[in-house]
């Protein structure tokens, strides 16, 4: 380094070349050192892109590392260096400036930034080549969807197993047999799934990220926007199972490590992990609440057991009785209402909404002449006609019997009759106890089951049919 | 070397005293008076953009929704807190900085045009009051970015005040650049070329080219958000063939630029700090002057790296290529700054403690800036803590640690005493400290998993949220020192004099505080700025202090302004 300066001793602003090793070991630690950060700063590494990721992350680290404990270094030295001592008045060395050094450090951080460029784009290539066979199922791609609603997600699975044709229906030459959709706020996938999710919202941006996975994309007003990732095993393994009533248990660490074999040697087959969905753009006051769970199961046959098929079941032969029907349709989480409302039989525990305990003993009261089951139906597909003391109007989604709304506009939820009138049934059943009143909602109920099943049904139907005429049927 | 200048007068003036508190509250078009209203003005907005973020962080010492009344009044303090710190203090501050010390800085009598710079300032009361009024009408709730439909269709009146507030201010801001570029070209005495110009004066020059450029399309931006939210137009309403992003690109087309003019002045402040307080000549002044217009030039390239999660996928590369290029003049600072003190004779003043401390903070955003820049780390991180981090990093470390740098180093010529140097110790320790321990864990939080703006989080960042609330309260508290500093340094603090730092640059070569027409004649300034370390720079030197006299604070009675005749030389 050539400074010319006048007025002071070289030695005093020219280091040697054993500090300037010195120097070079100590910037070098110090970027191994941030780079180990990458161990607790990164989330469980749960897919093919988030390994690619972790690795530049870790480049970008190391490399980050060693410019701050460079600038650091440089810093802590020149302030013992060239402190001023007490009563030294005296200014410092006469020089402004050196083109050597200046021409260095212009260029050694364009060509770090150029190769950090050209690293990225490797990744993002990488990362978002599309892959063959998206979605496969039994061998076949079905439709996935996610769909942000303020404050909720929901995801729909259209599916290749056909619907029994109704009776005297046929089909047309070339015309393809309706198959079983379902929807759930849970999504699932297994390991060495290709997943591409189509998103859309019916309100304003959200945005779909999954931490494990390092993805996330924005769902946008008036566009599709599609998210891919390809769920890996992590290190720590699956730790939970469904037991044999399909609730959901946590296994050991070390059970959660086993390999596939070992486990089912054990009995602990079907295991899966769960990861968050989280929603990343301000999406109004319930934005932190508005999260879903991502499962990943152990591989196709765990998620045919643990979810698809279940689902597919429930689709074609739902139970009769509509409390009953409410309980499965409530808890397959199709609809979004776990992330605003508190319902304890269901484990929600929202606070954006009003709570629903013991919603069955005070529907009758709320508004003054309308019925617990008119108050109901109404709160569902008008939410706004009474909004609850304390709360705010406005928040909670509009549900419609078919997609198109009273405007024309296609900006609410599908919700089937028949789910309206087992989801009354249900929350009818709801007190403060937690045992189903007598005469819960004017439906007659012994030992806590409904004594006549048609009956009650007629009689719900009774008031949801008046949105017939506002919503038009499905 | 050069003859030695020296600025006119034979002997010591009178102390002069600042203009009386009625002065300030009325209308004039003398800078100094505007920038001490500017001034205040955003010290008061400081405050209170402070304790909405200690509200924020008292919300967050645990996962649930318990301190505020509803996720609503939640957004609001975060949407009312981003957009006061930005719009209505640090801009603002730059803006004190920049009325006050310019003209003092280039030998002027005041800014090119003086009705101008008054009428831009008393934009920004009313603009303040309107944008805090949206409390009282409800929701501000879509955050200081305001993205539609969530800021159009779905919030309440608030959110046009909002609006309103943000477009009376762009106002401000344009007329305010206009006359810096105006002056800092015209005004000039005539022994100072461009190239001899002080390196603060550079910075205000090269952000008023930003400000003159982008915050017209802030200003449409606006207009298109107003018009639909009161004219029924639908410019960003998706379903009557509307586009959310045109919002997000002309935004953001304005406000990362504007990250650079919240930054850029901050680093002219420093280049004066650095120098003046380490006693050496600036290292590589064109460079540094340079790569201020390198960086306004490129900023405008950039915008849409705020966009990665929502831009089309093919146009994201470009946008992380050019962000990462703007690393390399941000570089060239950081490193012409440490060879600024490398070789000198570093004072530990409260200044150039709040400077070193700028370049040790400052670099941290700046390295997590490229790392933002990388598009796939950048999925990971966009609208998460970390981002949150990255830019209090840049805002706090950056421009706030400058602006308190520039207050140390400047405050003595604005009231003619000297802010006490313990408090100032005592500040610095527990700014620096708790910034770091408040935003530092951020960057793990947000890569965790937790998003930005949000009230309730997943209960396994309990413990990270808490030490950053607790570190949030340190760094508040270290507010109260500084203020607390300059009300009371202000009666009972040391007198400065005309020249306590023994600084090159013009506005020291006026008495402390400087006279309505700043020089008694016209100033002559020194060839070199930062010319320190040379028997001709101790001579001009001397002779300001042989002209203005050097505070006598020997005695007991140190409140009592007293002036002696400098006996040259007099080094202090």
């Known amino acids: 380094m050539d400074i010319p300066q006048p007025n002071t001793h070289r030695s ?49 680290l190391l490399i980050g590392g060693i410019v701050f404990t460079l600038v650091h270094v440089l810093l802590i030295y020149s302030i013992f260096k060239f402190r001023a001592k007490a009563n030294d008045t005296s200014d410092g060395a006469h020089f402004h400036g050196n083109t050597t050094l200046e021409v260095v450090w212009t260029i050694i951080p364009a060509v770090v930034v150029a190769v950090l460029a050209v690293l990225s784009y490797d990744v993002w290539v990488r990362n978002s080549q599309p892959q063959e066979q998206v979605n ?96 890996i095993a992590t290190a720590g393994g699956f730790p939970y199972r469904l037991d044999e009533n399909g609730v959901r248990v946590a296994l050991t660490p070390e059970q959660a490590q086993l390999s596939t074999e070992e486990a089912k040697a054990q009995g602990l087959d079907n295991r899966f992990a ?41 689709v074609l032969n739902p139970p009769d009785d509509p409390v009953q029907q409410g309980r499965l349709v409530l808890q397959s989480g199709a609809y979004p209402c776990a992330n605003c409302h508190i319902l304890s039989s269901q484990g929600w525990v929202g606070v954006t909404g009003p709570s629903l305990n013991g919603i069955g003993q005070r529907a009758a009261r709320r508004v003054g002449g309308q019925s617990a089951i008119e108050y109901l139906a109404t709160s569902i597909m008008l939410p706004n006609e009474y909004v609850v003391p304390g709360y705010a109007a406005g928040q909670m989604p509009h549900f419609g019997f078919s997609d198109t709304s009273p405007t024309g506009a296609a900006s609410y939820n599908r919700m089937p009759e028949s789910d309206l009138i087992a989801i009354i049934a249900y929350l009818c059943t709801q007190t403060e106890s937690g045992d189903p009143a007598e005469n819960a909602c004017g439906l007659e109920f012994a030992d806590g089951t409904l004594v006549d099943i048609d009956a009650a049904k007629a009689q719900i139907e009774a008031v949801t049919s008046t949105y017939r005429a506002l919503f038009g049927t499905e | 070397m050069a003859t030695i200048s020296v600025p006119i007068g034979q002997t010591a003036v009178p102390n002069r005293k600042m203009p009386s508190l009625a002065t300030y509250l009325s209308w004039s ?40 009344a509803d996720g609503t009044s939640y957004n609001q303090l975060f949407s009312i807190h981003g957009s006061v710190m930005l719009f209505l203090w640090v801009i603002p501050m730059f803006g004190a900085f920049g009325n006050y010390i310019l003209p003092l800085q280039l030998g002027a009598k005041d800014m090119a045009f003086p009705w101008l710079n008054a009428f831009a300032f008393w934009l920004i009361p009313p603009a303040g009051i309107m944008m805090l009024m949206g409390y009282f009408v409800g929701q501000t709730e879509a955050g200081w970015t305001s993205y539609p439909p969530l800021s159009t269709l779905f919030s309440g009146d608030g959110q046009t005040l ?69 004219g029924g137009t639908a410019f960003f309403d998706a379903t009557r063939g509307g586009d959310v992003l045109l919002w997000q690109n002309v935004f953001w087309f304005y406000s ?24 050496k000549p600036i290292f590589g002044y064109r460079m540094i002057a340079l790569s201020s217009m390198a960086i306004a030039g490129i900023g405008f390239t950039v915008w849409a790296h705020h966009m990665f999660t929502s831009l089309q996928p093919e146009l994201r590369i470009p946008f992380m290529i050019t962000t ?122 947000g890569i965790l998993g937790m998003p930005r703006r949000v009230a309730v989080y997943a209960p396994e960042f309990t413990d990270l949220n808490r030490l950053i609330s607790f570190a949030s309260f340190v760094l508040g508290f270290s507010t109260l020192v500084v203020i607390y500093n300059m009300v009371v340094s202000f009666y009972r603090g040391r007198v400065a004099g005309a020249n306590p730092w023994r600084a090159l640059t013009l506005e020291w070569a006026t008495t402390s505080p400087p006279p309505a027409w700043n020089f008694d004649d016209d100033p002559v300034p020194f060839e070199d700025p930062y010319g320190y370390g040379t028997e001709a720079a101790a001579a001009y030197l001397d002779a300001i202090d042989a002209t203005f006299g050097v505070p006598d604070n020997t005695g007991s009675a140190a409140s009592t302004p007293r002036l002696r005749p400098a006996t040259a030389p007099a080094g202090d």
């Not at chain 1, 706020?185 to 996975?213: C, N």
């Not at chain 2, 008076?33 to 010492?61: C, S």
């Not at chain 2, 990362?256 to 004066?272: D, F, N, Q």
């Open chain 1, 12 to 60: 005093n602003v020219v280091p040697s070349i054993l500090t300037l090793a010195i120097f070079l070991v100590i910037i070098a630690l110090g970027g191994v050192a941030l780079s180990q950060l990458s161990w607790v700063f990164l989330p469980a590494q749960a897919s093919l892109q988030a390994r690619n990721t972790d690795g530049l992350v870790q480049l970008l």
């Open chain 1, 136 to 231: 496969f199922v039994n061998g076949e791609s079905i439709t996935m969807r996610a769909i942000g609603a303020r404050y909720a997600w929901t995801f729909e699975y259209d599916t290749n197993v056909p619907l029994p044709l109704e009776e005297g229906q046929t089909l047309a030459e070339g015309e393809k047999a309706p198959t079983v959709s379902f929807v759930s706020s849970q999504l699932h996938t297994y390991v060495g799934q290709h997943v591409k999710l189509e998103m859309s919202t019916r309100d304003v941006i959200h945005s779909f990220w999954v931490p494990a996975m390092r993805v996330k994309q924005d769902l946008l007003p008036g566009r599709v926007s599609e998210v891919r990732f390809d769920p």
């Open chain 1, 274 to 314: 769960v990861y968050r969905v989280v929603c990343t753009e301000l999406c109004g006051s319930g934005h932190g609440e508005m999260y879903a769970e991502l499962f990943v199961h152990e591989n196709e046959e765990a998620y045919l057991a643990n979810f698809f098929d279940r689902q597919v079941f429930a």
């Open chain 2, 29 to 68: 078009i003398d800078h100094k008076i505007i920038g001490v209203q500017y001034g205040v003005t955003a010290l008061l907005f400081f405050l209170i953009g402070g304790a909405l973020a200690l509200a924020i962080r008292w919300e967050l010492l645990t996962p649930t929704l318990d301190v505020m």
């Open chain 2, 162 to 230: 909002w609006a309103m507030s943000v477009h009376l201010l762009g106002a401000s801001s344009i007329l305010g650049a206009i006359n810096f570029i105006v002056t800092i070209l015209n005004m000039r005495p005539e022994s100072m070329s461009i190239w001899q110009m002080p390196l603060f004066s550079w910075a205000i020059l090269a952000t008023s080219f930003i400000v003159v450029m982008a915050t017209p399309f802030l200003a449409g931006a606006l207009t298109l958000l107003l018009l639909d939210r009161v």
């Open chain 2, 256 to 279: 990362h630029p504007a990250v650079y003019i919240m930054v850029l002045p901050g680093m002219g402040i420093l280049s004066e700090v650095l120098s003046v307080h380490s006693r």
């Open chain 2, 324 to 445: 990462m290029i703007i690393a390399v003049p941000t570089g060239i600072k950081i490193f012409s700054w440490i060879g600024t003190i490398w070789g000198g004779k570093i004072r530990f003043t409260s200044a150039m403690l709040f400077a070193l401390g700028f370049l040790s903070m400052f670099v941290i955003g700046g390295i997590s800036g490229v790392m933002l820049a990388a598009v796939p780390f950048n999925y990971q991180a966009h609208d998460t803590y970390f981002v949150v981090s990255h830019f209090h990093f840049v805002l706090f470390g950056g421009s706030v640690f400058a602006i308190y740098a520039g207050l140390y180093h400047w405050y003595p010529k604005v009231t003619g005493r000297m802010l006490d140097e313990r408090l100032g110790r005592l500040h610095f320790v527990l700014t620096y400290f708790g910034f770091f321990f408040t935003f530092f864990p951020m960057h793990i939080v």
